[in-house]
T-cell receptor
């Protein structure tokens, strides 16, 4: 079974609008971490935001916020005020305990003027 | 602080050859992980090293091997290259994978093409 599911292969958003990228996960471990990475066409994976399973509040980092719904096992990334430079692949990832990092299949985001 | 560096950035090899990729982690980081990324299989975990010991290993054949040195730099080796080994190989470093909040930071990758 997929541990990390990203159901949106591609998303379009207009510049300055907000966009939500979906991520659901599956784990029975009470201790886990959720991560979002951005991968531009250059290939480098850029860390965006982290949410721990015990964190009471949703994580935020600048224009990025994580809509963490633990009961639904979802960790959606919200990008506010999209910019052209946000066009990239976005990956959701999870680490159970101190095990390896597992990635979803990614969502390609395209921002248009 | 310098980021994760990987060398070489691009590599072209022929089937049957072997290749060694290098990764230098962020200063102070003691863990290095390796991933293979292909259009068909996505991001797949290869192995993780911490303080010169392999902590985790993915489901790859024995042709794929790695090691970590005392300065935390890591190398991965692929022997008897196959066409299917063509991929972007990403290295990531982190401080301590035993910490729940430990975050991996990635290098720019090595793009390997096998002809």
């Amino acid at each position: 079974a997929q541990k990390i599911t990203q159901t949106q292969p591609g998303m379009f958003v207009q510049e300055k609008e907000a966009v939500t990228l979906d991520c659901t996960y599956d784990t029975s471990d009470p201790s886990y971490g959720l991560f979002w990475y951005k991968q531009p066409s250059s290939g480098e994976m850029i860390f965006l935001i982290y949410q721990g399973s015990y964190d009471q509040q949703n994580a935020t980092e600048g224009r990025y916020s994580l809509n963490f719904q633990k009961a639904r096992k979802s960790a959606n990334l919200v990008i506010s005020a999209s910019q052209l430079g946000d066009s990239a692949m976005y990956f959701c990832a999870m680490r159970e305990g101190n095990d390896k990092l597992i990635f979803g299949t990614g969502t390609r985001l395209q921002v248009f003027p | 602080k310098a980021g994760v560096t990987q060398t070489p950035r691009y590599l072209i090899k022929t089937r049957g050859q072997q290749v060694t990729l290098s990764c230098s982690p962020i200063s102070g980081h003691r863990s290095v992980s390796w991933y293979q990324q292909t259009p068909g299989q996505g991001l797949q975990f290869l192995f993780e090293y911490f303080s010169e010991t392999q902590r985790n290993k993915g489901n790859f054949p024995g042709r794929f091997s790695g090691r970590q040195f005392s300065n935390s730099r890591s190398e991965m080796n692929v022997s008897t290259l196959e066409l299917g080994d063509s991929a972007l190989y990403l290295c990531a470093s982190s401080f301590d994978p035993g910490l729940r909040t430990d975050t991996q930071y990635f290098g720019p990758g090595t793009r390997l093409t096998v002809l």
